[in-house]
């Protein structure tokens, strides 16, 4: 199984001071990253959460200026796995995009994988955009 896709935006990050899930700017990433996911993954129709070990590829792309300035490459990596896998038992409030209905099908409770100790394999850079706009590539293999 291959799944690759990609999202027009930056990636979730996790820094540690508070859960993603329950800030405005990364839900919104968050939400940006799901639907994709389970787009794709409904295309391929690949039945969630997926529990294969799995290696992940992620490559984003950052105009010049921002390459060094937007995040460090460990936390997105870590807030897109968090993403990708359903809320952490302890988190028990995220934002209110979560429940609007248009969101349903990407609900914080629902994995898309079943746990990121699945992944054991990241390859993960940031590149310079060729286009002004800034966006990630993934790709979930098992």
């Known amino acids: 199984m291959k799944i690759e896709f990609e999202v027009d935006d930056i ?3 996790k820094d540690g001071s508070k859960s993603m899930w329950a800030k405005e ?3 919104k990433k ?12 409904k295309s391929e129709n690949v039945d969630i959460p997926i529990s294969n070990r799995l290696k992940l590829k992620i490559c984003i792309y950052l ?12 936390n997105f990596i870590t807030g897109i796995c968090d993403a990708l896998q359903k809320v952490h038992g302890n988190v028990n409030k995220w934002d ?8 349903d099908d990407i609900n914080p409770t629902i994995s898309i994988i079943s746990n990121d100790s ?16 800034t966006h ?3 790709v979930i293999q098992s």
Not at 30 to 41: F, G, M
């Open 30 to 41: 968050i939400v940006s990253l799901r639907k994709r996911a389970i787009e794709k993954i």
């Open 25 to 27: 700017c990364e839900a």
């Open 11 to 13: 990636p979730p990050k």
């Open 96 to 103: 209110k995009i979560f429940d609007q209905p248009e969101n």
């Open 118 to 133: 699945k992944i054991i394999s990241i390859i993960a850079m940031k590149k310079e955009a060729n286009k002004e706009n």
């Open 136 to 138: 990630y590539k993934i």
């Open 63 to 74: 105009p010049n200026e921002k390459l060094e300035t937007t995040g460090d490459l460990d």
